[in-house]
C-alpha cells in the first residue's frame, strides 16, 4: 500500500513568510509525528498526535510553529514569520498506535532565503 | 532527557567486508527500545532493525545484527557483506517504553567501496 507522503518536496520561501508543509499517513494509522533534521543532523522531535489531538507538543521550538491533525489523518505542520534558522527538512512518520513501529516519509525540505 | 551519540562521523568499507557502527545512549530508564535507521540520499527514513531492552538476545536482521550491552549502554550496528546499496546515513534512535518520540543520534555516513 501506499506509504507516508509530505508535499511540496523541497520549499523555498522568503525571511517573514508564511509556510505550511502537509504529511499524508498510512492509511488506518492513528499517530501522526513531525520532526525536524538540520544539516549534518538527527531528526529532532517536534509533536506527536493521537488521532486529532496533539499528545505531545514539546518539541515546538516557539510560537511561530503549530500543527493541526483536524480529522484525523492529514497533518499540516505551519510556521509562521519564518527565519534561515528554520531551513531543515522537516519530516513526518505515522504508526498504527502511539508506540508502534514509525513509517517515515521522504521528508520536505524547506530553505529560508 | 536521553541523549544519543554516535561517536563516528563517516565509515568507509570495501564492498563484501564487514563494518561496525557505534552508538551509545542515556538513561536513567530500564525499559526502553533502540533502533537503527538508513537514510539514504532520498531522505526517507528506513528501519534497519530494532532492540527491546529487555530482551537480552541481540537482534539480527538478515546481514544486519547489534552488540546490545545494557549495562554499557552501546548497542552498535554490524552490517556483513556490505553492499553497494548498505551505502546511506545510519542514525541510532531511542524510544522510552513509557513515550512515543524517538531521540536520534547524529548519524554515522557509511560509503561503500567498489
Known amino acids: 500500500g501506499a506509504g507516508v507522503s509530505q508535499t511540496p518536496s523541497n520549499k523555498v520561501t522568503e525571511k517573514g513568510k508564511y509556510v505550511e508543509l502537509r504529511c499524508d499517513p498510512i492509511s488506518g494509522h492513528t499517530a501522526l509525528y513531525w520532526y525536524r533534521q538540520s544539516l549534518g543532523q538527527g531528526p529532532e522531535f517536534l509533536i506527536y498526535?493521537?488521532?486529532?489531538?496533539?499528545?505531545?507538543d514539546s518539541g515546538l521550538p516557539n510560537d511561530r510553529f503549530f500543527a493541526v491533525r483536524p480529522e484525523g489523518s492529514v497533518s499540516t505542520l505551519k510556521i509562521q514569520r519564518t527565519e534561515r534558522g528554520d531551513s531543515a527538512v522537516y519530516l513526518c512518520?505515522?504508526?498504527?498506535?502511539?508506540?508502534?513501529?514509525?513509517?517515515f516519509g521522504p521528508g520536505t525540505r524547506l530553505t529560508v532565503t | 532527557a536521553q541523549t544519543v551519540t554516535q561517536s563516528q562521523p563517516e565509515m568507509s568499507v570495501q564492498e563484501a567486508e564487514t563494518v561496525t557502527l557505534s552508538c551509545t545512549y542515556d538513561?536513567?530508564?530500564?525499559?526502553?527500545?533502540l533502533f537503527w535507521y538508513k537514510q539514504p540520499p532520498s531522505r526517507q527514513m528506513i528501519l534497519v532493525i530494532r532492540?527491546?531492552?529487555?530482551?537480552?538476545q541481540n537482534a539480527t536482521e538478515n546481514r544486519f545484527s547489534v552488540n546490545f550491552q545494557k549495562a554499557a549502554k552501546s548497542f552498535s550496528l554490524k552490517i556483513s557483506d556490505s553492499q553497494l546499496g548498505d551505502a546511506a546515513m545510519y542514525f541510532c534512535?531511542?524510544?522510552?517504553?513509557?513515550?512515543?518520540?524517538?531521540?536520534f543520534g547524529a548519524g554515522t555516513t557509511v560509503t561503500v567501496r567498489a
Open positions: 498526535f493521537q488521532g486529532t489531538g496533539a499528545a505531545d
Open positions: 532492540q527491546e531492552a529487555y530482551k537480552q
Open positions: 534512535a531511542y524510544r522510552s517504553a513509557n513515550d512515543y518520540k524517538l531521540s
Open positions: 538513561t536513567s530508564e530500564s525499559d526502553y527500545y
Open positions: 512518520a505515522s504508526s498504527p498506535h502511539g508506540g508502534g513501529e514509525q513509517y
